[in-house]
């Protein structure tokens, strides 16, 4: 500060020796030697880290062509120091960057509350809980687990449905529609199947699917069309709030993540399913690819996956494929 002070006095004409003997009046003990010392001196490691690292999380909030910051700036303290150490700064402190964030005015994203969607399908066929809240997966497609929720626009709502893969957290198939019917959650299922199909993975026989109690998911409809794709139907429980948790989690992170009113993937308002699906897009395809997932011990869905089939494989390095199997 009162080196600051100095240089700016020298600016506008005065001298050194003149500043500091005013300085000194003033009860600010310096002399002029220190002052060129101190000019002199390199600046301290930590200081040139911090600047680095500062410049690092600017770069976050610099805002792309349709004036958005970058995804990431979502990420909270842990997050976003996982997130800093795959990107050049792999010995960084968790408590260099929560004071850099703070001076940075950054504070990652809130969750807020959810809203659910689900209506009880009276007249469907009710299949048992076959994941009774135990949300894990030893493998890929082993269980997937289905959601959908709604987003407001100008124009009413739209709806949003999600299958995810229990395993890796892989977001499989999505869809929006103005309608909350059968076929809308049925073209989502639809998708995941293809895309399984499509990158060589294909859903085998027996595979889990769990959902809600929601009408679209007992419907008689949606109900055959699992037993056509040899999928076991799987339903919470009744009267229990955790009867969804995985799936539901994930329709929290979009709501919070993608069109929220500060979310990093809105450009303006939000006026029309169009608006939507240009979100979810490009939400999901940064979710399964770029996003780092803390239960995945921070890798994204499609690591996370590539690793379990390189383990298979035994192309793994001896390290990575212990550390998988543990």
């Given at each position: 500060m009162i080196c600051r002070?100095?240089?700016?006095?020298?600016?506008?004409?005065?001298?050194?020796?003149?500043?500091?003997?005013?300085?000194?009046?003033?009860?600010?003990?310096?002399?002029?030697?220190?002052?060129?010392?101190?000019?002199?001196r390199l600046p301290a490691l930590r200081t040139i880290e911090d600047a680095r690292l500062t410049d690092a999380l600017r770069a976050v909030k610099v805002p792309d062509a349709k004036?958005?910051?970058?995804?990431e700036i979502i990420y909270g303290r842990r997050k976003m120091t996982q997130w800093l150490r795959r990107n050049g700064f792999p010995e960084v402190s968790k408590h260099?960057?929560?004071?850099?964030?703070?001076?940075?005015?950054?504070?990652?994203?809130?969750?807020?509350?959810?809203?659910?969607?689900?209506?009880?399908?009276?007249?469907?066929?009710?299949?048992?809980?076959?994941?009774?809240?135990?949300?894990?997966?030893?493998?890929?497609?082993?269980?997937?687990?289905?959601d959908f929720t709604y987003v407001p626009v100008y124009s009413g709502f739209v709806y949003v449905a999600l299958v995810i893969d229990l395993y890796s957290r892989a977001i499989l198939g999505w869809e929006t529609s103005t309608v909350k019917d059968t076929a809308f959650v049925e073209h989502c299922l639809r998708m995941a199947l293809w895309r399984r199909e499509h990158t060589g993975r294909p859903a085998p026989t027996g595979l889990i699917h769990h959902?809600?109690?929601?009408?679209?998911?007992?419907?008689?409809?949606?109900?055959?069309?699992?037993?056509?794709?040899?999928l076991q139907p799987s339903i919470g429980s009744v009267g229990d709030a955790y009867d969804n948790a995985a799936a539901e989690t994930v329709m929290g992170l979009f709501k919070n993540e993608a069109v929220a009113k500060d979310s990093p993937f809105r450009s303006g308002a939000l006026k029309t399913e169009t608006d939507i699906m240009e979100i979810v897009f490009e939400w999901v395809h940064w979710y399964n690819n770029e996003r780092l997932h803390s239960a995945?011990?921070?890798?994204?869905?499609?690591?996370?996956?590539?690793?379990?089939?390189?383990?298979?494989?035994?192309?793994?390095?001896?390290?990575?494929?212990?550390?998988?199997?543990?």
């Amino acid at each position: 500060m009162i080196c600051r002070f100095i240089d700016e006095m020298r600016a506008v004409g005065y001298a050194v020796e003149s500043i500091c003997a005013v300085l000194r009046e003033q009860g600010v003990r310096v002399a002029a030697r220190t002052y060129r010392a101190w000019k002199k001196r390199l600046p301290a490691l930590r200081t040139i880290e911090d600047a680095r690292l500062t410049d690092a999380l600017r770069a976050v909030k610099v805002p792309d062509a349709k004036g958005r910051p970058r995804p990431e700036i979502i990420y909270g303290r842990r997050k976003m120091t996982q997130w800093l150490r795959r990107n050049g700064f792999p010995e960084v402190s968790k408590h260099t960057v929560d004071r850099l964030m703070r001076e940075e005015g950054m504070n990652g994203l809130v969750r807020g509350r959810k809203t659910r969607t689900t209506i009880s399908g009276k007249d469907g066929r009710r299949a048992g809980d076959l994941v009774n809240r135990d949300f894990t997966a030893a493998a890929p497609n082993q269980i997937w687990v289905t959601d959908f929720t709604y987003v407001p626009v100008y124009s009413g709502f739209v709806y949003v449905a999600l299958v995810i893969d229990l395993y890796s957290r892989a977001i499989l198939g999505w869809e929006t529609s103005t309608v909350k019917d059968t076929a809308f959650v049925e073209h989502c299922l639809r998708m995941a199947l293809w895309r399984r199909e499509h990158t060589g993975r294909p859903a085998p026989t027996g595979l889990i699917h769990h959902s809600d109690a929601g009408s679209q998911y007992t419907s008689i409809r949606y109900t055959d069309t699992l037993a056509l794709e040899g999928l076991q139907p799987s339903i919470g429980s009744v009267g229990d709030a955790y009867d969804n948790a995985a799936a539901e989690t994930v329709m929290g992170l979009f709501k919070n993540e993608a069109v929220a009113k500060d979310s990093p993937f809105r450009s303006g308002a939000l006026k029309t399913e169009t608006d939507i699906m240009e979100i979810v897009f490009e939400w999901v395809h940064w979710y399964n690819n770029e996003r780092l997932h803390s239960a995945l011990d921070h890798q994204t869905p499609e690591e996370y996956e590539q690793t379990y089939y390189d383990l298979q494989t035994s192309s793994l390095p001896d390290d990575a494929a212990n550390k998988q199997a543990a």
